[in-house]
């Protein structure tokens, strides 16, 4: 196996170079720098270059990658379900989605939830794992390594995207639901940030991950390019439809369903098993949570589409719209904005 080289040079250079990278610390619970456009937590951005140079990644994985607050947990819970149906099936007591948080069983690449470990340790857990290996991701595509993101690269990659409105809603409730776990400075920070106050970070794009927009931008491109590696979902599409999502997803992970498992069910025992009504009930979803002290019942909250319009005011609604519509000008995409209650 190929020694990682470069890794100390790239991560040297990571070093000098962060500091100089501009700074936002209104958005808590973490501080954040701009690297290539996009703001990242600093521990993400100082993780980066062992990321690039020591994930080895397999022809058979499958990434996860989204903004935050777009879908992730329901998509890690079905693709998971999905492609390791034959070894749990969905309707099995002791599956273990029934014991373990979706994010427990599909990691982060990057990081924990709660940023406290290193990539090398998380990236020697993932050598590991079996294969089809699901991991997650909140990189943008072009801070993704080239062995995943290259022409090249035989990995497949699902991303999921989500109307900014509700993906700004949703993060925002899930910031002061979570910010006891950051320690008392960042975790008050995010108490006390006002709605007003945390638009203006999303409509600048100053906040995990963001521009939402160019963020998903880029992997809406990187799917026309490349439509055999990499999957574009929507979570409203999603919503409206479940079933057909599943078999999509199996499709694409190239384990698609059977006449017999379509007509045993199997099918809707996954849309099942990963409804937010049946992860929501599970006792591990309300009572467990990771060491970090981040409860995993923050993951489950509405999932509906449209909650925005309980939240935002038609003005602001306009404001980052206009935004928006600005920012995908002559991309051919456009988001969804149904009001799925
Ligand atoms: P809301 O806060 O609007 O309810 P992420 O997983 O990327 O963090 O996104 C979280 C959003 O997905 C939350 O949206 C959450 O309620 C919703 N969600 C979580 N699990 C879900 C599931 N199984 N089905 C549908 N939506 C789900």
Not at 90 to 113: I, T
């Amino acid at each position: 196996m190929p020694a990682p080289v470069d890794a100390t040079i790239q991560a040297g250079r990571m070093a000098a170079l962060l500091p100089s990278l501009p700074l936002e610390t209104r958005c808590p619970p973490l501080p954040l720098r701009r690297y290539n456009g996009f703001w990242l937590p600093e521990a993400v951005l100082t993780e980066l270059p062992a990321i690039h140079a020591r994930l080895r990644p397999r022809p058979s994985d499958i990434f996860l990658a989204s903004f935050p607050k777009s879908g992730t947990t329901w998509l890690k819970a079905l693709a998971f379900a999905t492609v390791h149906r034959a070894r749990h099936p969905p309707s099995g007591a002791d599956h273990p989605l029934r014991r373990m948080n979706p994010h427990e069983c599909v990691r982060f690449m990057e990081m924990d939830p709660e940023l406290r470990r290193d990539a090398s340790s998380l990236l020697e857990e993932f050598e590991e794992l079996d294969s089809p290996r699901v991991l997650g991701t909140h990189l943008p595509y072009c801070l993704l390594p080239d062995s995943i993101a290259g022409e090249a690269a035989g990995s497949r990659i699902m991303y999921v995207c989500r109307n900014p409105k509700d993906a700004f809603v949703s993060g925002l409730f899930f910031v002061k639901k979570v910010s006891s776990a950051y320690g008392a400075g960042a975790g008050a920070g995010a108490q006390s940030l006002s709605l007003e106050e945390a638009f203006e970070l999303f409509c600048e794009g100053r906040l995990f991950a963001g521009p939402q927009w160019k963020h998903v931008l880029q992997y809406w491109e990187a799917s026309m390019r490349r439509p055999k590696q990499v999957l574009f979902l929507e979570y409203e599409r999603m919503l409206r439809d479940p079933k057909a999502t599943v078999k999509k997803l199996a499709e694409f992970m190239g384990c698609g369903f059977s006449k017999e498992e379509e007509e045993g069910g199997v099918v809707d025992e996954i849309v099942k098993l990963c409804s937010l009504k049946e992860l929501k009930n599970m006792e591990v979803n309300k009572s467990g949570g990771n060491q970090a002290g981040v409860r995993n019942e923050a993951y489950f909250r509405k999932g509906s589409s449209g909650d925005w319009r309980n939240h935002l005011t038609p003005e602001m609604a306009a404001r980052l719209d206009k935004i928006v519509e600005d920012a995908l000008q002559g991309s051919g995409f456009a988001f969804v904005d149904d009001a799925i209650m």
